[in-house]
């Protein structure tokens, strides 16, 4: 397990621009994928984006095109590039380290898109 700590989100106009960052403690970093997702109100986390270990990405069809995720093996840091935001791409969003079934999370950080 490790640590996730998000920062980046706030308040942004529809059309502009964000960066989500994730930074993980511990050196297990490079070795598993990271991933984005946003928490509907209920609790459900939705896959956003994810990369792999290797570098290999994949986006829900909801953001392909506009968003983009790398990460940063040397700093331990994933990001998520957020363009052309809409309002529904509101909610909290989540990292997540070494999958959505065993690994760890990030507490969330709110993003808001106002319609």
């Known amino acids: 397990q490790v640590r996730l700590v998000e920062s980046g989100g706030g308040l942004v106009q529809a059309g502009g621009s964000m960066t989500l960052s994730c930074t993980a403690s511990?050196?297990?970093?490079?070795?598993?994928?990271m991933g984005w997702y946003r928490q509907s109100p209920g609790n459900q986390r939705v896959m956003v984006a994810i990369?792999?270990?290797?570098?290999?990405?994949r986006y829900a069809d909801s953001v392909k095109g506009r968003f983009t995720i790398s990460r940063d093996n040397g700093k331990s840091t994933a990001y998520l590039q957020m363009n052309s935001l809409k309002p529904e791409d509101s909610g909290v969003y989540v990292c997540n380290h070494g999958g959505p079934l065993t690994g760890s999370w990030g507490q969330g950080i709110q993003v808001t898109v106002p319609s």
């Open positions: 990369v792999t270990s290797g570098g290999d990405t």
């Open positions: 511990g050196s297990i970093f490079r070795l598993y994928g």
